[in-house]
């Protein structure tokens, strides 16, 4: 193990998001062989409907990680701090609360990106928030992106040299239970399966939208949703589901984690991602799909093209239900391309996605920051 100790900044499940998977997967990657590994847990317990509101327990909170962070400082040393970027205003200023003192006191830090919307939030900013976000991103030993796309998204915040590609991985569990076979029709009915934040902007809405134009062309589907239910988003669209007489048809099966989530993966014979959620990047959700071997429906938004590519994925308009049915129609009809794509998918994960790639590459990272002038 070397000495160098690194800080690691970052929510973890519950509740199951993008940034608190991944940072749970960093935690547990072969990272904690070669470092020493601290945390300082940034977790708000509650549902995802509170992720970003601007409430008296998020202000409470903020200021208290904020006071751990300056004691780790204090009593640890850390060598090196990993933060991920908060890409909203609310969020960016609680990440001040930690790149203000670092600078200040001369700590190196590898500052994450895991959306491709700071350079937006930049140009929407007022004079005095561009001017702290200059002073805490100038002098940041790494910035990570998550593909080639994102690296421009930077521009004139980070010097381009120090702007590095790692693309996220995840644990190999879905894969190996994957290797069992051909995917066989649940009591008749192909799955196509919705796994994620049930926020409009990631596109369930649109997929829900889309079931009964694919009914009008077959009955023998059934779409499934699975993610945390207590968004009122998803209340209206149950309510929605109902009043359509769509029961049989759709589920809405509440948040699935470990052992359940890689049921309903292997229970899925398309996975179907519409999303066009402004803050997207590399969702997490679309590598657990490859690596269970399933063909993908999704949009040519954030690194999703980078990741997919053309052999692996159906791409559909953004906000398109028509789109998304006549597609989804077109793999319901040829189990040869849905076995095709799936297997595309699961080399790709295996040449770029692992769980152990991602530890290789993030490791190249850290030495390079820790070595850096």
Not at 153 to 175: W, Y
Not at 242 to 268: C, H, I
Not at 326 to 341: F, G, H, V
Request: with cysteine; proline share 6%; hydrophobic share 45%.
């Amino acid at each position: 193990m070397s000495e160098a100790s690194v800080l690691i900044i970052g929510p973890t499940p519950p509740p199951a998001h993008g940034v608190s998977v991944f940072t749970a997967t960093l935690l547990g990657s072969s990272l904690k062989q070669t470092f020493r590994l601290l945390h300082l847990d940034i977790s708000d317990r509650r549902t995802l409907f509170n992720v970003g509101r601007l409430d008296l327990r998020n202000v409470v909170l903020a200021f208290y990680y904020g006071l751990r962070f300056q004691w780790i400082l204090l009593s640890k040393r850390p060598q090196l701090i990993y933060l991920p970027i908060s890409e909203t205003n609310l969020g960016f200023m609680r990440d001040c609360l930690f790149l203000v003192p670092a600078r200040l006191f001369g700590f190196r830090v590898v500052a994450q990106f895991h959306g491709g919307y700071f350079d937006t939030l930049y140009a929407d900013a007022n004079p005095v928030m561009r001017v702290l976000m200059r002073f805490c991103l100038a002098q940041v030993s790494r910035a990570i992106v998550l593909g080639d796309s994102f690296r421009s998204k930077l521009d004139g915040l980070v010097p381009a040299e120090k702007v590095r590609v790692v693309p996220v991985g995840i644990r190999q569990e879905i894969f190996e239970a994957a290797k069992g076979g051909p995917r066989i029709a649940r009591n008749g009915k192909h799955t196509i399966l919705y796994l994620g934040t049930l926020v409009e902007s990631k596109g369930f809405v649109d997929l829900l939208r889309a079931v009964p134009l694919v009914l009008q062309q077959r009955k023998d589907v059934r779409f499934v949703f699975v993610g945390d239910k207590s968004l009122p988003e998803t209340r209206a669209a149950e309510e929605w589901t109902t009043r359509q007489a769509l029961d049989a048809y759709v589920t809405f099966a509440g948040p699935k984690s470990g052992s359940e989530k890689v049921d309903a993966l292997l229970e899925a014979e398309t996975f179907a991602f519409p999303t066009w959620y402004p803050l997207e990047g590399q969702p997490i959700v679309l590598l657990e799909a490859m690596s269970a071997g399933l063909p993908i429906l999704t949009t040519r938004h954030a690194t999703i093209p980078d990741v997919l590519g053309e052999d692996g994925a159906v791409y559909v308009n953004k906000k398109d239900p028509e789109d998304i049915a006549r597609k989804i129609c077109i793999l319901l009809e040829d189990a040869e391309l849905r076995a095709r794509m799936g297997q595309a998918n699961q080399r790709k994960f295996l040449q770029s996605h692992t769980v152990e790639q991602f530890a290789r590459n993030l490791q190249r990272v850290f030495d390079e920051a820790l070595s850096s002038p």
